[in-house]
């Protein structure tokens, strides 16, 4: 183990080194140069001048913005003797699976593509990159006959898969609590229990005014929320990504929502951003890939039948087919993530990212990407991926039955009798991130405190509180079936009242 004085010089010193060569670096770089020909810089203050100058500018605070994202983005430091792969996942046992996973998708993969006769890649022909081009913002009127692609996978293979996993160096004997043996998933994970989650979502208590709640209880709604859009636009202003996430734990107006949570994931749409966006175009026009036709499959099946997202159906495509490009070219960049381009092509197969609620925020398709990089980067990733993670949809799984067992022990036992299992309703919408579940204002409230609090541990607490708010509908239900149809329906339920009453209402 590192003392703490070790593990901050390596943490300062892998920032430097992947801050050193980006854009930001010769801007900041150029602008200090720049400034040296002012009057106002002396040659024996020259350090101090050109630091007053940086800050008064504005260019201190994109460098803390841009090192708050590495904070976050970054794999926590380790022994520098460490390999590789343990700096991803340190449990070998869940490295074991994540690979196992990976190679049956794969496997998968390659049976569709040999089954069809179509390669997993292709150079397109110059009059296929042609008619592309031509057709770019308007895809979604193609309609190509893609019966013959099935799903790589669906949600319930993937549960399996996580029900499976067991620690060789764990004896579940010596569990304490007969309620560890009622669930689906037997891994020993630390998760947070309700106290431990008041206490680290303390913004969220009932006393605290909530953009998302109808009534406040000591704050007239008009009086909170004109005050809190106020603060907003300061934080907006200031662009300071710390404030930006502090902010939105209690929500974000919706006029400066998309601001903020730029701000918090260090996004932005400068001109190399549009660069990097029209070469990803470019790559999307030359190549054609056989998971493009399982992205355009998807979208088609959902976006294009939904009420809420049919109207960005174009835009979904436009940035949805640089998923598999993105993961490929970062294998190449960062080799401490992956190591074999297979295992991307298994990577872009493995993820639906709940992109379609961000069209609600962004109407440019360089910046909607921007963005939907960096949550998918930060969050999304790890509910499609095998890991130890606290916010990975293994803690995720675990924690929620653990809620249920300890806090509605009769209600968990019952559906478990009739063979009802919570987690094998609710899985479907924790790996979506309940993308799809909710309305979309709903969500969105969801998600800013999925950014605020840096953590998706709140989709597990969301998962339980619904189960909580139907207990009565479900203490009734005798199959499986019946137990489905009480929460089939999610698009009413109001997100923040749920909550707030699970966390902080619930007995102890």
Not at 11 to 23: D, E, M
Not at 56 to 69: C, D, H, I, M, P
Not at 76 to 93: D, G, I, Q, R
Not at 363 to 392: A, D, Q, T, W
Request: with cysteine.
């Amino acid at each position: 183990m590192m003392d703490e004085s070790t593990e901050l010089s390596l943490t300062i010193a892998q920032i430097v080194q992947r801050l050193k060569g980006s854009h930001l670096h010769s801007q900041i770089e150029r602008q200090a140069k720049e400034c040296l020909h002012q009057p106002d810089i002396k040659l024996e203050s020259l350090k101090e001048d050109v630091r007053s100058f940086l800050k008064t500018s504005g260019w201190e605070r994109k460098l803390q913005n841009a090192v708050y994202r590495e904070l976050h983005v970054q794999l926590p430091p380790s022994h520098p003797a460490a390999p590789p792969e343990h700096l991803k996942e340190p449990l070998a046992y869940m490295r074991k699976a994540q690979a196992s996973w990976e190679k049956r998708v794969l496997k998968s993969l390659n049976s569709m593509s040999t089954e069809l006769g179509v390669p997993l890649a292709r150079m397109r022909p110059a009059v296929e990159q042609k008619e592309l081009t031509n057709k770019w913002n308007e895809m979604g009127t193609d309609e190509p006959d893609l019966s013959r692609f099935r799903p790589v996978y669906a949600p319930k293979d993937f549960l399996e898969v996580l029900i499976s996993l067991r620690n060789p160096n764990h004896d579940s004997s010596e569990d304490i609590s007969a309620r560890s043996h009622w669930g689906l998933i037997q891994v020993p994970l630390n998760v947070r229990d309700i106290p431990q989650l008041r206490q680290a979502y303390s913004e969220l208590n009932l006393t605290t005014g909530q953009l998302g709640i109808d009534d406040h209880a000591h704050v007239h709604p008009d009086l909170f929320e004109n005050d809190y859009v106020q603060i907003g636009k300061k934080v907006v202003a200031d662009q300071d990504s710390a404030a930006a996430q502090q902010y939105s734990r209690q929500g974000c107006p919706t006029g400066l929502r998309a601001e903020l949570w730029a701000l918090i994931l260090n996004s932005t749409n400068q001109p190399p951003d549009v660069m990097h966006y029209e070469q990803l175009k470019a790559g999307v026009i030359q190549h054609d890939l056989l998971v493009d036709n399982l992205i355009y499959k998807d979208v088609k099946l959902t976006a294009s039948n939904d009420d809420y997202y049919f109207v960005f159906e174009d835009f979904l495509y436009q940035v949805m087919c640089f998923s598999p490009l993105y993961v490929l070219m970062l294998l190449f960049q960062e080799e401490h993530r992956m190591s074999r381009i297979k295992q991307g092509v298994c990577v872009c197969v493995c993820v639906c990212p709940p992109v379609a609620p961000l069209c609600f925020l962004y109407n440019e398709p360089s910046k909607l990407y921007s963005v939907f990089r960096e949550m998918y980067i930060r969050y999304f990733f790890r509910l499609h991926s095998i890991s130890s993670s606290p916010s990975g949809i293994v803690s995720l799984c675990l924690q929620f039955e653990r809620l249920l067992q300890t806090h509605l022990p009769q209600l968990f036992y019952h559906l478990r009798q009739i063979g009802a299992q919570p987690l094998r309703i609710a899985f479907k919408w924790m790996v979506r991130a309940f993308s799809g579940y909710l309305s979309t204002d709903q969500l969105l409230l969801l998600w800013d405190r999925i950014l605020g609090y840096d953590s998706l541990e709140v989709v597990a607490v969301l998962a339980a509180a619904v189960f909580a708010f139907r207990a009565e509908n479900l203490m009734e239900v005798t199959s499986l079936a019946s137990a489905e149809a009480v929460l089939a329906d999610l698009s009413t339920l109001k997100v923040m009242p749920l909550i707030q009453i699970f966390l902080f209402a619930t007995a102890i």
